[in-house]
């Protein structure tokens, strides 16, 4: 398609119209006009193309990414609000059953404390009592570790760790009113001490029972010697015999079936004896 042609479509000019208009400017000028026109409009043209492209590319993506991650963002939102609120009731409940302590009033930066007359006491410097009181403190947590410590591998056989845990619920039950509770309540509570104790008193009552029985073992085998013929005495199998067993000694007793049998062999020929007689 030439110049002219375009131009011609564009504008729906005759060819008259283009023939005295080119007549005007001259045909060099003219076509000239008409190229850069056509390149203007191939341009706008292919603009208007990118920028439909972007148009679409934009709107796939937010229909297929933007939309699913603000539905997430939204319900992850309000799922964070219902969890939160949750652990806000369970929090006020354990401030009301007094298992969380109650938190501290903020400190309002703005509000300056009252001057102090010159040389007293700063109520917020810790003073020497509080601070031998908190050394003694720590030194006898130390000294009770290392007692644990020591009784832990006599028990165990093996040192004792953990020790933070120890220390960490013991503030634990003292800060849920249990003022009594120490590191070795906590320690024998972790390692049931009580079983171990009562393991090895089993163990050490049954070593001196096999102790005492190797004993009596041995001084009997030194009195007795090697000779199989002196071997401690055992309960006679008579020894639950009545005389009345028997009628006699029995030691006295016939030794023969034939003697044994007699008495009644006797009896038994008699009785025929007599129902012939008779």
Do not use: C
């Amino acid at each position: 398609m030439t110049e002219l042609e375009w131009l011609k479509q564009q504008s729906g000019l005759t060819d008259d119209e283009l023939k005295a208009m080119e007549a005007v400017a001259g045909h060099a000028k003219f076509v000239g006009m008409l190229q850069k026109i056509i390149a203007s409009n191939q341009e706008a043209t292919k603009a208007k193309e990118e920028a439909e492209k972007q148009r679409l590319d934009f709107e796939k993506r937010y229909n297929d990414e933007f939309i699913p991650e603000m539905r997430r963002v939204t319900q992850d939102a309000l799922r964070a609000t219902g969890e939160n609120a949750k652990l806000q009731a369970e929090l006020a409940k354990a401030r009301e059953y007094g298992i969380v302590p109650e938190p501290e009033a903020p400190k309002n930066n703005n509000q300056q404390d009252p001057p102090r007359a010159p040389g007293s006491p700063n109520p917020d410097a810790i003073s020497r009592d509080d601070f031998g009181r908190f050394s003694q403190a720590q030194a006898n947590t130390i000294v009770t570790l290392n007692d644990l410590n020591a009784e832990h591998f006599k028990l165990f056989g093996h040192p004792l760790g953990g020790t933070q845990e120890l220390v960490d619920e013991v503030q634990r039950q003292r800060t849920l009113g249990n003022k009594s509770f120490t590191l070795k309540n906590a320690w024998e509570a972790k390692h049931n001490v009580a079983a171990k104790r009562d393991e090895l008193a089993k163990a050490e009552r049954q070593k001196e029972i096999d102790a005492a029985v190797a004993a009596a073992r041995k001084e009997d085998a030194e009195k007795r010697g090697a000779n199989p013929n002196l071997r401690s005495g055992q309960t006679s199998r008579f020894s639950t015999y009545k005389p009345t067993d028997s009628g006699k000694e029995p030691w006295k007793a016939p030794h023969s079936i034939n003697e044994r049998n007699r008495g009644w062999r006797e009896k038994a020929v008699s009785k025929v004896r007599e129902h012939i007689a008779a």
